[in-house]
């Protein structure tokens, strides 16, 4: 159990200048108290990405998630209104639904107890001899569920402002670069089991420093001269320009997409729009335990078949990109476990330039912001 000096160390060399700061220290990363607070206090009360709103666009089509370790149902109810509950019957605390699909009602495999698409109880059997027992009095306990730019989020946290209120000019944003992805639909999934702390693979994916040392396909496949990092409330915003001549990454001379546009949303969702047709992948980024990361890219395109371009954009990401990043923050987890690293220094370009780490620092910030609400 952590104590209050713990959340008042974790703040150590932490400072809200970029330029004078230094990263989070180890223990955030390599402590098992610290993971649960991330899983309660971070996922549990921030706005957690589901799917595209495809998956439940029409009455009755639901979809079953775990978030923060907590099983949910997103469902779209006969009155076309988005809905989410915890995945748990009211009579014995047995799980309701599986997986996706289309269903008229939601029935409790366990004993038939049944519930309107509104969460609302409408039959359970062999109960007419209760006693102070009524049906309409029990319904799902509900979860907040919001459409966000094509894609679902839930938040546990019944107490959280909207996410378009939180977000700012995110959406704005996001529907200036990709105003179709509404319309997008599923392509191809990734998923990758890595070894480090959430938070690591985060920090790898705010910066573009190590991309010149580590990805040298990427800074073929991008303008690195046009990278710009941009830091918003709970947002930052990572734009370039596609390279100009031809890269060892994959093939963009037919590209219609000729941007890198990629929004980091706290504290564990990335969307990407790589050079390409129009698309939208969204990562993932589920902490599993301290040293532990479950990591999701799911592709949106135009068509559910991917052309030749962006098939060998899913190869270059999986097979060349996503190696490359596995290994970085797997070997930066290993050394936080080593006495020969505490934190480093952040490196600040004041212009923002992609090789500037102040999106960590921005990230950094918002994780020492959740671990002070704990104690308040």
């Known amino acids: 159990m952590l104590m209050p000096s713990d959340y008042q160390s974790i703040r150590a060399g932490f400072d809200k200048n970029p330029a004078r700061s230094c990263s989070l220290l180890k223990e955030a990363y390599t402590d098992p108290r610290w993971h649960e607070v991330d899983v309660k206090h971070v996922l549990g009360k921030s706005w957690q990405w589901v799917c595209h709103v495809e998956k439940v666009r029409s009455k009755g089509q639901y979809i079953t998630v775990d978030i923060a370790g907590q099983p949910i149902i997103v469902v779209r109810d006969r009155q076309e209104t988005l809905r989410a509950f915890y995945n748990v019957c009211k009579h014995r605390a047995h799980e309701l639904l599986k997986g996706e699909g289309t269903t008229g009602g939601i029935v409790c495999p366990y004993h038939a107890w049944t519930y309107q698409l509104d969460g609302q109880l409408s039959k359970a059997p062999h109960t007419e001899n209760l006693e102070d027992f009524r049906v309409s009095d029990v319904c799902l306990d509900k979860v907040q569920v919001e459409e966000f730019c094509g894609f679902v989020y839930v938040n546990l946290d019944p107490f959280a402002d909207s996410l378009a209120s939180q977000s700012g000019d995110l959406e704005n944003e996001i529907r200036h670069w990709a105003p179709d992805i509404d319309q997008l639909t599923f392509g191809h999934r990734l998923t ?77 969702t990335c969307l990407m729009r790589y050079p390409g047709r129009s698309s939208m992948i969204v990562m993932n980024i589920i902490p599993v335990a301290h040293d532990r990361t479950f990591e999701i890219y799911d592709f949106y395109l135009e068509t559910p078949d991917a052309d030749a371009m962006e098939k060998e954009a899913i190869r270059y990401i999986d097979e060349v990109l996503q190696v490359e990043d596995i290994a970085l923050v797997e070997s930066v987890q290993r050394g936080m476990n080593t006495p020969a690293f505490t934190q480093g220094r952040i490196v600040h370009d004041p212009l923002g330039s992609g090789k500037s780490e102040h999106a960590v620092h921005h990230f950094h910030g918002l994780v020492l912001d959740a671990y002070a609400g704990v104690q308040s």
């Not at 710009?228 to 219609?256: C, E, F, K, L, Q």
């Open 192 to 268: 990758y089991n890595i070894k480090s702390n959430w938070k690591n693979v985060v920090d790898n994916f705010l910066e573009c420093y190590h991309c010149p040392v580590a990805h040298k396909d990427f800074c073929q496949l991008v303008d690195m001269d046009t990278y710009r990092v941009t830091t918003h409330g709970i947002y930052s915003s990572h734009m370039a320009d596609a390279g100009n001549s031809p890269n060892s990454a994959y093939d963009v001379s037919s590209a219609t997409v000729k941007t890198h546009a990629v929004w980091w949303l706290w504290p564990n």
